[in-house]
């Protein structure tokens, strides 16, 4: 019988390409959003991708306890994957209770009513925010997570640990999986969906793809002093649809009995670092456009380097990047020109 997936927050960015590749393995997914961050592109998208018209929708707020019970009492839910929060790190120095309230709450509930059902798998999408400014690069499950720098980071933390309690204390009621996702980043080929920043995009490749196509006019690199080769920041930059792939595995191993401990922690990263600068010209050089830029200051509370050692999920959950930054900057591009009608 085919079994039946949640996603929440299944209409954002990471949400819809997850969608997308879940009903393509052979699952039934349910979407639940509360259209907070995105509108209804994305989840218009993947019923287009999967010509899934019937794609179960449920608008609703995980911060609500009775919508979550009446969700679960609704569907057959056999894992919940949780995107659900709020992400951007600057907002969440300036309004730390609205973050706290909303990350912690919207997952203390899905865990409340998954365990209640007596039966059910959880995934969470934590961050390799985790392991703050690591000690050594690249870094493993093992490496030691550090203090949180903001708000969100500390939410990520928060719910990894709360996630571990209430395994734990649930008698086999619930299994977990952490996932700690690198820089995600990219499109669907088919340029159905992708990312939508609201206002002035935080992300680089969202502001690349911007300044490229002139609703920017330049692209600010912070920081060209850092002890790293070039002088910019080094970071694992993970295609989208490699990222949304890693989540069917770690979805099917705990559904398939094959953890092997009640919770798993997997990073989902390529284990290749690239510079901003690296970046920046691979995107000019594949795209064939410019991208206007200039070194500016260095942006408060970022890591000088980290990119994953993926060996874990690799040889565990048999999963590991397989697309090329070519073909990730491409369908970066190819969603940006589609939004402008291009
Ligand atoms: N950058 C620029 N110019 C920009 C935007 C970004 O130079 O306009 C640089 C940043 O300084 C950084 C790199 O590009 O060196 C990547 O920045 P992003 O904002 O795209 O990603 P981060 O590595 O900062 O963010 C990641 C995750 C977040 C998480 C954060 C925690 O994407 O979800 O790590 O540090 F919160």
């Known amino acids: 019988m085919k079994k039946t997936v949640l996603v929440s927050g299944g209409a954002g960015f990471i949400g ?20 907070s961050n995105c509108d209804r592109t994305c ?4 019923k287009k991708i999967t010509g899934r018209e019937d794609l179960p929708l449920e ?49 203390l509930n899905v865990l409340e009513v ?65 996932l700690r996702y690198f820089n995600p980043i990219g499109a669907h080929p088919s340029a159905l969906i992708g990312e939508l920043p609201r206002g002035v995009p935080n992300n680089l490749v969202p502001f690349i793809t911007q300044t490229a196509i002139g609703k920017r006019e330049c692209l600010n690199i912070f920081g060209n002093d850092y002890p790293t080769p070039d002088g910019t920041c080094q970071r694992d930059f993970i295609d989208i649809v490699d990222l949304a792939r890693a989540h069917v595995f770690a979805v099917t191993r705990m559904i398939e009995g094959k953890m092997k401990k009640d919770v798993e922690i997997f990073n989902v990263g390529t284990g290749r670092p690239l510079s901003v600068m690296e970046l920046v010209n691979a995107f ?11 070194f500016a200051p ?27 930054i070519e073909e990730t900057l491409k369908a970066a591009w190819a969603w940006e020109c589609r939004l402008a009608g291009k």
Not at 138 to 143: D, G, I, K, N
Not at 147 to 161: L, R, V, W
Not at 308 to 316: Q, S, V, W
């Open 43 to 46: 989840y218009e998208g993947v």
């Open 298 to 324: 260095r942006r408060a509370g970022d890591i000088t380097a980290i990119w994953a050692d993926p060996t874990l999920a690799n040889t565990e959950m048999g999963w590991k990047a397989t697309r090329t």
């Open 114 to 178: 998954a365990q209640a059902t007596g039966g059910c798998n959880v995934l969470f999408s934590s961050s390799a925010t985790v392991y703050g400014e690591p000690d050594a690069v690249p870094v493993t499950e093992a490496t030691p997570r550090k203090p949180a720098t903001s708000p969100y980071g500390n939410t990520k933390t928060m719910c990894e640990d709360i996630l571990h309690d209430a395994v734990k204390a649930s008698g086999g009621a619930l299994k977990g999986i952490l």
């Open 59 to 107: 608008v609703m707020d995980f911060c609500d306890l009775d919508a979550v019970k009446a969700l679960f009492g609704k569907y057959h839910i056999d894992a919940v994957i949780h995107f659900a929060a709020y992400k951007a790190v600057g907002e969440s120095v300036e309004k730390p209770l609205m973050y706290y309230k909303n990350n912690l709450v919207s997952f």
């Open 16 to 35: 819809s390409h997850v969608t997308v590749e879940l009903i393509e393995a052979g699952y039934d997914v349910v979407v639940a959003d509360n259209f």
């Open 284 to 294: 000019e050089k594949v795209n064939g456009v410019k991208v206007p830029h200039k």
